[in-house]
């Protein structure tokens, strides 16, 4: 789809889903009653995703990206904040309109082995769901399951309708997660790390897959990934996620070419394209690891790691968004 | 031996039983890895990286059914040394492996420190006291603040414990290192780290490393020559500048056109197809049924062919005079 044309849509349909001031965190006990604190994974997150657009959340692991993706699909109750969805919030739902809910958003997670159960073959992995939304008719069951199996081109269906997940390599097991995703034909995906668990030799195969698919059904794609060398192919936007937080976000060419953070920077410093003189110089890497979200710096996050700090307010305050570039968002006292 | 290479592998075989038929993993491999050198062995999974490895280890599973070749370490023939001189003279003393996963298999209960002066109070049968002091040596050469000694694996981070792994590996100061895919499960900043490190070991000491991985972008941060594999066998072995600018053979070329890169306006294409089954892998040329330059002769296994000094590819088309 063309700018002016996504663009369009965009006004006019306002955004499908959006998130405000979210957190979702996890009380950590021990011995299973002494409270010890929270686990801040998604602590304090705000976008809006418009309709028919490809995103990237980009952050290593820990980040809170998991999490994040599991309140949106209403899987955790954020602490505080709320997802909107289509203008609603997701709190306010009831048990129907929750069930409703799930049909319209599909999920790809990570380890599709892990989410394909091993008992059952893929004609009921992929009925099951519509079984339980209420698609009675046998026949019509078995054709959406056929032509979702052609959408992720295992094709002819009638050589894997009776496989089993063990049957399938991993490339194609991740296909019937997608098929599976596909099935409710939802307005929105989220995929979580969909090919981190894959061979480096089909990464690039299935997220074309998942792009050709969302820009042909104008569906709306949330990648989740820790993997920036494919994100330009693979999304239209970026959020950068560090220690629970949204720290960047851009288009995707435009985060690429004039990253602001220097979170992000250092993320992009540190990414080889293959070339030869890579062996000669080190890489500049930040001091120390990503902090412990039960006890998250204050003031920036990034701050004890930061080569850029500014003593007495990026170890005090914390840095709101500032717009740095046409659209380009940065929390970082740099860009006050 | 002055001008014979650390280590040279020739016409290296290791197969395994199986319940179906003989798996072919390794069939005929030779290269070489000079003093002070880093090699990287790349190959997408399933092609015999590990099982090269466990090879030049002599760690054999039991259901290996054939095991032979030539392994000279300073061109002196270590293949028919019985088990117990293999352990003595060459096994963590002067080739040592950090092995695929090994992060993950720290003993839990074990500080990590104690775990690290492991193969010197066991191999060497070192006092405790003077493995300690040279255990806290070799952390700080990878990077590990002494304090975490006395750690237990869960308290460290997966970059730390990839660090301790090596410093194992490193505390017997072998010639050699072998790691097995030691960062493909690590985030991109805790891999820059890793990488780091290893360029500074290999300077500092001297020491040649292979590198073992199907990560073509990371494998560049320290690759001085590339031995690509595929279903059991080198398909190209070059130095690494010729083989990430100028791939010869038509899977090299298609591997690195399948390379995700940062600044690259077009899509990286991925390779059709899968790697045959190596149980019974097809006569001629592995790779032809994926092969789009693919002609008459390959139905007869290539041989491999030496392209000026320093190259050698297993195609037909590089056959002196080849014209398909
Ligand atoms: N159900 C849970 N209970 C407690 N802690 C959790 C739970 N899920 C995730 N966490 C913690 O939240 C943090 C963020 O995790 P996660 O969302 O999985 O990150 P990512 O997906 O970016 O790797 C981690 O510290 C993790 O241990
Ligand atoms: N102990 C074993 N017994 C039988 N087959 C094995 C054994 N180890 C590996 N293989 C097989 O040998 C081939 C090469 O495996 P491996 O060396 O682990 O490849 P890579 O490390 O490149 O992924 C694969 O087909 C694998 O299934
Ligand atoms: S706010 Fe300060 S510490 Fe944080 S990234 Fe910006 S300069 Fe660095
Ligand atoms: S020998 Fe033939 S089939 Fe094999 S790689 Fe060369 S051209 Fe292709
Ligand atoms: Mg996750
Ligand atoms: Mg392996």
Redo the contacts with the bound molecule.
């Keep these: 789809m063309n700018a002016p044309a996504r663009d369009a849509r965009r006004s006019a349909a306002g955004p499908v889903l959006s998130a405000r001031d979210l957190h979702t965190w996890?009380e950590?006990r021990q011995w299973g009653f002494l409270r010890v604190g929270s686990?801040r994974?998604?602590d304090g997150v705000n976008f809006e995703l418009q309709a028919g657009e490809a995103v990237a959340f980009v952050?290593?692991?820990?980040?809170?990206?998991?999490?994040?993706?599991?309140t949106l699909l209403g899987l955790?109750q954020p602490t505080r904040g709320e997802v909107v969805f289509e203008g609603r919030s997701l709190g306010t739902l009831n048990a129907t309109e929750r069930k409703a809910y799930l049909a319209r958003v599909g999920f790809v997670q990570q380890d599709p082995y892990g989410a394909l159960p091993p008992f059952m073959d893929v004609r009921r992995i992929l009925h099951e769901p519509l079984i339980v939304h209420g698609v009675r008719n046998r026949a019509e069951r078995e054709q959406r399951a056929r032509e979702a199996l052609e959408e992720v081109r295992l094709s002819p269906p009638d050589d894997f309708l009776s496989k089993f997940p063990h049957m399938l390599s991993g490339g194609q097991q991740q296909r019937v997660v997608i098929a599976r995703a596909l099935i409710l034909r939802p307005a929105m995906i989220i995929a979580?790390?969909p090919v981190s668990m894959l061979d480096a030799s089909v990464r690039v195969e299935i997220l074309q897959l998942l792009r050709n698919i969302q820009t042909e059904h104008g569906l709306t794609l949330a990648f989740?990934t820790?993997d920036l060398s494919t994100v330009r192919h693979f999304a239209e936007r970026i959020f950068v996620?560090y220690a629970?937080r949204i720290v960047e976000q851009a288009e995707v060419n435009e985060l690429l070419n004039h990253p602001q953070h220097p979170y992000t920077q250092a993320l992009l410093a540190a990414i080889s394209d293959p070339d030869p003189d890579n062996a000669l110089h080190l890489r500049e890497v930040p001091p120390g690891e990503p902090p412990?979200?039960l006890k998250p710096p204050a003031g920036c996050r990034f701050h004890p790691r930061c080569n850029r700090m500014i003593a007495g307010t990026c170890d005090r305050d914390d840095p709101p968004d500032f717009e740095t570039r046409n659209g380009h968002l940065t929390a970082c006292w740099l860009y006050r | 031996m002055a001008g014979e290479p650390l280590l040279r592998v020739e016409d290296l075989r290791l197969h395994y039983r199986s319940g179906n038929g003989v798996v072919r993993a390794l069939d005929g491999v030779s290269f070489d890895v000079r003093r002070n050198e880093a090699l990287v062995v790349l190959g997408e999974s399933g092609c015999g990286k590990s099982t090269l490895a466990k090879a030049l280890m002599r760690l054999l599973p039991r259901n290996v059914q054939h095991f032979s070749g030539s392994l000279l370490v300073d061109g002196v023939e270590t293949m028919d040394y019985p088990e117990e001189r293999f352990r003595r003279e060459v096994r963590w003393v002067r080739i040592s492996m950090v092995m695929q996963a090994a992060m993950n298999a720290l003993n839990p209960v074990i500080r990590v420190g104690e775990q690290v002066a492991e193969p010197l109070r066991v191999h060497r049968g070192w006092s405790a006291r003077r493995a300690r002091e040279r255990t806290a040596e070799v952390f700080g050469l990878v990077g590990i603040s002494a304090d975490f000694l006395q750690r237990y694996p869960f308290e460290l981070s997966g970059g730390m414990r990839q660090r301790a792994v090596l410093a194992m590996a490193l505390v017997t100061e072998p010639d050699l290192v072998i790691m097995d895919e030691p960062t493909s499960a690590l985030d991109v900043l805790t891999q820059a780290g890793i990488m780091n490190a290893l360029k500074r070991i290999k300077q500092e000491l001297g020491t040649s490393f292979i590198l073992i991985t199907h990560d073509v972008s990371t494998s560049s941060e320290i690759a001085e020559r590339v031995a690509l594999m595929y279903a059991g066998q080198l398909v190209e072995f070059a130095d690494a500048r010729d083989f990430f600018r100028e791939p010869a053979h038509p899977y090299s070329k298609l591997l690195m056109a399948s390379v995700p890169r940062l600044h690259q306006k077009e899509t990286p294409v991925h390779i059709p197809g899968q790697p045959p089954n190596l149980l019974n892998p097809p006569e001629g040329c592995r790779f032809a049924e994926r092969c789009p330059s693919r002609f008459d002769r390959c139905d007869r296994d290539p041989e491999t062919f030496r392209i000026g000094e320093r190259r050698t590819v297993r195609c037909w088309l590089h056959a002196p005079g080849a014209r398909p």
Excluded: N, P, Q
């Design positions: 996890f950590l686990v994974a998604v952050g290593e692991s820990g980040c809170g990206k998991s999490s994040l993706a599991r955790h979580d790390e989740i820790h996620m629970g412990s979200l």
